[in-house]
C-alpha cells in the first residue's frame, strides 16, 4: 500500500544508473510525464466525445473506431474518462505535495537553522502528526470534513509536512555550518538574506527530488481513496475511481480496470525513476554504489 | 628463492582500476621472511604498504588485480582454492588490523569473537573454546577475563580492544601474523605496551611477525629486519641494526630525522620531509623521492634505481647517490 | 540490567505525552464536523426541540476543552460511546474484528518478510550482479503498484480466471481453519507483495554497506566460513533497520488494510471504519481511529524496545 510515510528510505539504493549521462529510462520516463501532462492540460482542446456522456445501447463496447477503447458500464466513452481522470489525479497529486513542500520546506529549513526551541517545537509537532496511521487520519478527516478534492488536497498535503520538513532540516543543518555561509553572517547578512539566497538554492534541489517522489506517493493515495469511493466525490472520477468501477466488471471487461491502472501505474513509476535519478543526482552519497 | 623462508613474496604488484586511470599500489616489491623473525615495514601513507599487507594475505579489494607469487609455507597462495586459503588462515596467517573498534564486530560479544575461530579451525566445543578463549585473554593481560567474555567491544577501552585483537590473532598459534600499524589508533602511553605484548607473544610462540608502520621508532628494536617502502616500491631493506647505523637511502635518513628526541633542544623545528609523495596513477619515469630529494640531480629524474646489494649482504637500497651514515642514531 | 530498566522507564515517558496527543487530535478532528452531530444522528427526526434535548444530553453545548475532558474521562474508564446505528459499543465492536485484522496484518509481514529478507542477503552477497539488478529493478517498479492493483490483478488471476480462490468472504478460523486460510491467500498476498520492496531495498543497502566495514575484512581473515560471516557478522548489525521498517511498516499495513479488507469482504477493524464512514455513524468513527492511532502508538513503543534487544550500544546508552 503506497503511504504517505515519505521517508522512503534514505539509503535505499535505486536501480536508476546515474553517472554524467541520464539513461534511456530516464528520458522515456520524461517523455511519459510530458504525455500524461500535455494531454490532461490539452484535454478541452482534444477531439474526444465528452467523459459523462452516457450511451445505454453501447455499455461495456470494445475498441472502435468511435471509442478508441471502449465504453465503461454507463456506456461512457474510456479514452475521455482516462483522459479527464488524468486532470484530477494530476491536480490533487501536484498540488497536495505542494502544500507539503513549501510549508514542511520553510519549517524544516528555519529549525535547522535556528535550532534551539524552535527546532524542538517543529520536530515536536511533527511527531505528533506521525503518531498516526497516514492513511486513517486522511480517512478520518474526509469523513467528519466532508469529501470533497479540496479537502483532499488539503489533508494529503498536511500529511506529507513531517517528511519534506525531515529532508529540509537535514540539508540546512549539513549546510548551515559551511564557511559561505559563517561568511554571510560575518558580512553582516540578515538571517533572511542567507535563508534565501545561500540556503535555499542548496536546499532547492534535494527538495525537487522529493517533490517528485512524493508526487508519485500521492497520486497513489488518492487512487487508493478513490478506488474505495472515499476520496473524489463521485461523480467526479479519477483514475482511482475508474479502477474502483472497472472491479465490478472483472469477470466480463476486464480492461475498464485495467487500462486506467496500466496508465496510473506509467505514471506513478515514471515520477518514481526522476525523482530518484534527482536525488542520486544531487546527493551522490545515497545514489547507485 | 630462499628454501627456507616461511613467507616469500616474487615481484608482487597491485593494479587498482580507478576513475583516474590505473593505481600502481605495489610496484616489483620482492620480501622474504624466516620463521619466527620479524620484518618491519615502513612508510609514509599511501605509500602503499597496506595494500601489500593486504595482497599477502589475500584480502585485496575486489576490483584490485595481483601479479607476481606469494610463497606461503611452500605454497603459493595466489593459485590456492578459495576453500584452502580459508583453512590456511588463523591457523598459519593471522593479522591485526589499525582500529579495533571498527575491526571488531559491534554487535557480538568478545567471546563470540573469540571462540568462532577457535571452534572453526581447531574444531573445540563451546565449553572448551569457552576455556581457552579466558586464557588466551590473560595471555594478552587483560583483567577480569570472564566477564569480558560478554561483553561488547564498546565496553572496553581501545587498548584493551587491542589486546582482544591480538588475542583473536593468536588464538590458532599461527606461523605468522601481521600487524597492520597495531598501535596508530591508541594513545601514546598504551603503545609501548601493545608492542612490547606482541614482541613477547611472538618471542614465546615462535612465531614470524610483520609490524606495517609509519614510524621508525616503533621497529627500532623490536625487528629483526627493515625494509622502507616509497610510492609502491622497497627502496631500502636492512637487518634492523644495520638500517640504522648505515642507512643508503636518503628518504631513510629524512624519516629517522623526523622522529622527535629526548635530546633535540625544546622549540627545534622538526624536520618534516617537504612536498608530498607522488601520485600512483601517474607512474613516474625517473625514481619517485626524487622530488623531495635534496641530493636529486638529473640522472635520477630520468631513470629509475634499482634495488642492489650494499656492503652487508642482506642490506639492500635503490639509490643513485646513496649515503653513508657511520654515526649510528637509535630512536 | 539496570540501564535496561533505565532505557524502558525513558521510553514510557514519552509514551504518555503521546498517546494524550493522539486523542486530543482525535477528539479535534471529530469535532471538525460541520453542521450538528445531533442533527445527523437525528436524521429526518430533527425537529429543533429534539436537536436542541439532544444536543444538551450529549453535552455538546458545552466548550469544546470541557467536552474533551469529559469524553477523555469516559475513554480512561473504557466506554468509547456506542454506535447509533447499531447499539454496539465501540470496544465490542472494535474487539470483534480485531482478530482478523491481526491475521491478516501477521501473514502480511511474515509474506514480505519471506519474500524480501532472503532475497535481500542474496543481492548484497552478490551485489552488482544480474541477479541483484534485476531484482532491485523489479522491486523499484513494485513500488509504483499500490495494495488495491495487486489486489484486482490477484482477483482477477486466481478468482476470475482460474477460480482456485474465492475473491471475498470470510469464515473463522476457529470454525474452519482450512476455510479460514484459504479465504486470507489473495489478502495477505496483496498486502505482502506491497511490503516486500520497501524490505528488502533497505536491508540489502545495509548488508552491502555492512560487507564494506573492517570487521568483516578481518571476519574473512579469520577464515570464518562464508555462510556465518553473511548470515552472523553482517545481517546482524543490518537487521537493526530492519526492525525500523518493520515498525514503520506497521501504520503502512494498518493503513493497508482498510483497502484489502474492504476490498475482499474482512470483517475486520478497517471494514469497520470504512462502513462506518458509509453510514455516518460518528460515534463508531471517532471511537475506532482512537484505538487504531493508540494502537500504533504502542506498537511503535514495542518496536523501540526490540532496538534494544538487538543493538547492544543502544541499551548502553552508547549509539
Redesign the interface.
Known amino acids: 500500500m503506497a503511504t504517505l510515510e515519505l521517508s522512503i528510505h534514505e539509503e535505499a539504493v535505486s536501480p536508476v544508473r546515474t553517472g554524467r549521462r541520464l539513461g534511456m529510462l530516464f528520458w522515456t520516463a520524461i517523455g511519459w510525464m510530458i504525455l500524461v501532462f500535455a494531454v490532461a492540460i490539452l484535454a478541452p482542446l482534444l477531439p474526444l466525445p465528452s467523459p459523462t456522456d452516457m450511451d445505454m445501447l453501447e455499455r461495456r463496447a470494445a475498441f472502435s473506431a468511435l471509442h478508441w477503447l471502449g465504453t465503461d458500464g454507463l456506456g461512457r466513452d474510456e479514452l475521455a474518462r482516462l483522459v479527464y481522470g488524468a486532470r484530477i489525479s494530476l491536480v490533487v497529486g501536484l498540488c497536495a505535495p505542494v502544500i507539503g513542500v513549501t510549508i514542511g520546506g520553510a519549517l524544516g529549513m528555519l529549525a535547522g537553522y535556528f535550532r534551539g526551541r524552535f527546532e524542538a517545537l517543529a520536530v515536536g509537532s511533527m511527531d505528533v502528526l506521525l503518531a498516526f496511521p497516514p492513511l486513517i487520519f486522511a480517512l478520518a478527516v474526509t469523513a467528519f470534513l466532508g469529501q470533497s478534492i479540496f479537502n483532499l488536497t488539503c489533508v494529503l498535503g498536511v500529511l506529507s509536512i513531517p517528511a519534506f520538513m525531515r529532508v529540509a532540516r537535514a540539508a540546512t543543518l549539513t549546510l548551515a555550518r559551511r564557511e559561505f555561509v559563517i561568511a554571510a553572517q560575518a558580512l553582516g547578512a540578515s538571517h533572511a538574506r542567507i535563508l534565501l539566497r545561500e540556503l535555499l538554492p542548496n536546499v532547492a534541489l534535494p527538495l525537487l527530488a522529493f517533490f517528485l517522489l512524493g508526487v508519485a506517493v500521492i497520486i497513489l493515495v488518492e487512487g487508493a481513496l478513490s478506488f474505495l469511493g472515499l476520496g473524489v466525490p463521485p461523480p467526479i472520477s479519477s483514475w482511482g475511481s475508474m479502477i474502483g468501477e472497472g472491479r465490478e466488471s472483472l469477470d466480463v471487461a476486464p480492461r475498464l480496470a485495467f487500462i486506467p491502472a496500466i496508465v496510473m501505474f506509467l505514471t506513478v513509476l515514471s515520477f518514481n525513476l526522476i525523482g530518484d535519478t534527482l536525488r542520486a543526482i544531487t546527493d551522490p552519497r545515497q545514489g547507485a554504489l | 628463492m630462499n628454501a627456507q623462508a616461511l613467507l616469500s613474496v616474487e615481484n608482487a604488484a597491485v593494479d587498482l582500476p580507478t576513475a583516474r586511470g590505473n593505481l600502481r599500489a605495489v610496484d616489483s616489491v620482492d620480501l622474504t621472511l624466516a620463521p619466527g623473525k620479524t620484518l618491519g615495514i615502513v612508510g609514509e601513507s599511501g605509500c602503499g604498504k597496506t595494500m601489500l599487507s593486504r595482497a599477502i594475505?589475500q584480502?585485496l579489494p575486489k576490483k584490485a588485480k595481483l601479479s607476481g607469487r606469494v610463497m606461503f609455507d611452500g605454497q603459493d597462495l595466489t593459485r590456492l582454492s578459495p576453500d584452502a586459503l580459508?583453512?590456511?588462515?588463523?591457523?598459519s596467517?593471522?593479522?591485526v588490523?589499525q582500529?579495533p573498534m571498527?575491526?571488531?564486530?559491534?554487535?557480538?560479544t568478545i567471546g563470540t569473537q573469540l571462540t568462532?575461530?577457535l571452534q572453526?579451525?581447531l574444531e573445540l566445543d563451546t565449553a572448551t573454546a569457552t576455556k581457552r578463549a579466558v586464557e588466551l585473554l590473560v595471555a594478552v593481560g587483560i583483567p577480569a577475563p570472564e566477564q569480558r567474555l560478554t561483553q561488547?567491544p564498546?565496553?572496553l577501552s581501545g587498548g584493551m580492544r587491542q589486546r582482544v585483537?591480538i588475542a583473536?590473532a593468536l588464538s590458532c598459534e599461527p606461523k605468522l601474523l601481521i600487524a597492520d600499524e597495531p598501535t596508530t589508533a591508541l594513545d601514546v602511553t598504551i603503545q609501548a605496551q601493545i608492542l612490547d605484548l606482541l614482541a613477547r607473544e611472538q618471542r614465546r610462540r615462535h612465531m614470524a611477525m610483520i609490524i606495517i608502520t609509519h614510524d621508525l621508532g616503533v621497529v627500532a628494536g623490536r625487528t629483526d629486519e627493515v625494509a622502507v617502502m616509497y610510492a609502491g616500491r622497497v627502496v631500502e631493506c636492512a637487518p634492523t641494526p644495520v638500517l640504522f647505523k648505515n642507512m643508503h637511502m636518503p628518504y631513510t635518513e629524512a624519516l629517522l630525522a623526523a622522529i622527535p628526541k629526548l635530546d633535540t633542544p625544546p622549540h627545534t623545528a622538526l624536520p618534516a620531509i617537504s612536498g608530498r609523495p607522488p601520485d600512483p596513477t601517474r607512474p613516474m619515469k625517473g625514481c619517485s623521492f626524487a622530488p623531495r630529494c635534496r641530493y636529486a640531480d638529473g640522472r635520477c629524474q630520468g631513470e629509475k634505481p634499482r634495488l642492489e646489494r650494499a656492503a652487508t649482504a642482506a642490506h639492500q637500497y635503490a639509490c643513485f647517490h646513496p649515503i653513508k651514515l657511520a654515526a649510528g642514531a637509535g630512536a | 540490567m539496570t540501564p535496561m530498566v533505565g532505557f524502558l522507564a525513558r521510553r514510557l515517558f514519552y509514551l504518555l505525552p503521546v498517546l494524550i496527543a493522539v486523542s486530543l487530535l482525535t477528539f479535534l478532528i471529530a469535532s471538525l464536523l460541520p453542521g450538528d452531530l445531533a442533527y445527523t444522528i437525528l436524521g429526518d427526526q430533527a425537529t429543533p426541540e429534539n436537536v436542541a434535548a439532544l444536543r444538551h444530553d450529549m453535552g455538546l453545548d458545552e466548550p469544546i476543552w470541557w467536552r474533551y475532558l469529559g469524553w477523555l474521562g469516559h475513554v480512561l474508564e473504557g466506554d468509547l460511546g456506542r454506535s447509533f446505528r447499531t447499539g454496539q459499543t465501540v470496544l465490542q465492536a472494535v474487539a470483534e474484528r480485531l482478530p482478523v485484522s491481526f491475521e491478516l496484518m501477521l501473514f502480511a509481514q511474515i509474506i514480505a518478510l519471506a519474500v524480501g529478507v532472503p532475497l535481500a542477503i542474496v543481492c548484497a552477497a552478490r551485489s552488482g550482479g544480474p541477479f541483484d539488478r534485476f531484482m532491485t529493478g523489479t522491486a523499484f517498479g513494485m513500488l509504483s503498484v499500490p495494495a488495491f492493483l495487486s489486489a484486482i490483478l490477484l482477483i482477477y488471476l486466481f478468482a476470475v480466471e482460474l477460480h482456485w480462490l474465492p475473491a471475498t468472504g470470510y469464515i473463522p478460523f476457529t470454525e474452519d481453519p482450512i476455510g479460514n486460510l484459504r479465504f486470507f491467500v489473495l489478502p495477505s498476498l496483496t498486502l505482502g507483495l506491497a511490503e516486500w520492496p520497501g524490505i528488502m531495498r533497505v536491508l540489502r543497502s545495509d548488508m552491502i554497506a555492512a560487507l564494506q566495514e573492517d570487521y568483516i575484512t578481518l571476519a574473512k581473515a579469520k577464515g570464518l566460513k562464508p555462510s556465518r560471516i553473511l548470515f552472523v557478522h553482517a545481517l546482524k548489525p543490518s537487521s537493526l533497520t530492519l526492525i525500523t521498517i518493520t515498525g514503520i511498516n506497521i501504520g503502512r499495513l494498518m493503513g493497508g488494510t482498510v483497502i484489502v479488507e474492504t476490498i475482499f469482504a474482512l470483517p475486520g477493524i478497517g471494514r469497520l471504519l470504512v462502513g462506518a464512514i458509509g453510514t455516518r455513524d460518528l460515534i463508531i468513527l471517532q471511537g475506532v481511529v482512537l484505538c487504531i492511532a493508540c494502537g500504533y502508538v504502542l506498537m511503535n513503543f514495542v518496536v523501540d524496545m526490540l532496538y534494544a534487544v538487538i543493538d547492544p550500544r543502544i541499551r548502553h546508552g552508547h549509539a
Open positions: 594475505l584480502l580459508r583453512k590456511l588462515r588463523a591457523r596467517l593471522a593479522v588490523f582500529d571498527t575491526s571488531l564486530n559491534p554487535v557480538l568462532e575461530t572453526e579451525h561488547y564498546h565496553q585483537a583473536i
